[in-house]
């Protein structure tokens, strides 16, 4: 195939052109995520509250991309939606699987499976953002004025340097992925539903370690605004 660029033709192999003009599909036959979240509500609505129904192309969602359930191999068998005060609460069956204990009923986030999916890496730093969270805390009580226009009540604690981006990234450099696969071995999400880090492990420790030696910013709604605007 021939294309003109300003009067000069150029021979363009048909092969790169398929590749050009073929859009890899969001997940399955799916082009986008829109798409996969309309035809799976379709399956879900029709569905009564506490009426247990079965869908392959919702088993295979969590199979495939749970962030728990794809590691471990686990495919909920049936499913059912739990009317709660945010309209329903969605629950999968995974009696069907060998598990210790057995687990039958457990609740779990079809919509979560269709954002983008996380890394091992992205679990270790959500761990950390909450581990901080009580220091953050008693820094706050300390610091009840923003420290910036040292005017307005501090409504966030920031960490002033280093950011916490760069925090955890020092970090990343003394860790190997098997001290990650080791981190979350232990994790169980059906009996605790959010990782954290665990007590005594050589992450946890480094974490502990750098953060302890970080210099927090108590900070007005305002002033903290404007740190996330130089990043």
Known sequence: MFRSIKGIYYFTPSNILMKRSRK???????????????????IIDVHPFNMPFESELISDLIFERHYFCSKHKLRPSRFRKIKS????????DFSNNTLDPPIEWHAVSWTKCLKKEQTDWDRMIRAMRDRCEPVKTAYKLAHPTCEACKAAPAV??????PSFIDLTKSIRVDVE????????????????KDFALPEGHKITKLFDAAHEDCRLESLCKKCHNKTKKKK
């Open 177 to 192: 992925d098997l001290d990650i696969e080791s981190c979350l071995s232990d994790w169980n999400w059906f009996h605790k």
């Open 156 to 161: 966030e604690v920031h960490h002033a340097a």
């Open 24 to 42: 890899q599909n969001f997940w399955k036959h799916f082009q986008t995520q829109k798409a996969a979240i309309l035809e799976i509500r379709e």
């Open 85 to 92: 005060y945010s309209c329903y609460s969605f629950e999968g």
